[in-house]
């Protein structure tokens, strides 16, 4: 118990589970991709382009740091820059995209056997309710049975009524 009690009071350990981490980092991929596909970052990406040429064409030579007589060596590495950060991060993105719909499908798929499990079930108590159904007495029924026994009843009181006469 000392021995835990010693590693989880160690400054070296991170306090925060791995996967929060990863999680963390996935999320911020994530910001990146939803933020890099909109219309607004490639006309922020775009003015941005622009104002670099500009300065560094019509600005006095003394305050250009990127000149256009090379191509504009700063503002290619920049891009480049960018680019190479922005796949990998969008892959990422797509790949916890991928994770997050690989889990719904699965969970629809154990939502359509449970859906169907239960229709399967509620149609064979239909029927088990239609048969019972089928060997109930209808209304039609009781009420000849009813009828029947209330002539026969008659006919016994007739038939009393005449013994006790002749008695």
């Known amino acids: 118990m000392a021995r835990a009690d010693r590693q989880g009071s160690r400054g070296d350990q991170s306090r925060s589970a791995p996967g929060r981490d990863r999680d963390r980092f996935g999320r911020f991929t994530e910001v990146v991709a939803r933020g890099m596909g909109t219309p607004w970052f490639l006309l922020g990406l775009t003015l941005f382009v622009l104002l670099w040429m500009s300065w560094n064409t019509f600005a006095p030579a003394s305050l250009q740091f990127d000149r256009a007589d090379y191509g504009f060596i700063a ?3 920049v891009l480049s820059l960018q680019a190479s950060y922005a796949a990998p991060l969008i892959l990422l993105a797509q790949n916890r ?3 997050r719909d690989r889990v719904q ?3 629809d798929r154990q939502r359509a056997e449970r859906n169907l499990a239960d229709t399967e079930y509620l149609a064979r108590e239909v029927v088990a309710l239609r ?3 089928s060997d109930m007495a209808s209304k039609e029924f009781i009420r000849s049975e009813l009828r029947a026994l209330l ?3 008659d006919a016994r009181d007739d038939a009393g009524e005449g013994e006790n006469a002749t008695a």
């Open 75 to 77: 503002l290619t590495l």
């Open 151 to 153: 002539d026969e009843l």
């Open 131 to 133: 048969l019972a159904m």
């Open 105 to 107: 499908i699965e969970q």
């Open 97 to 99: 995209q991928d994770d």
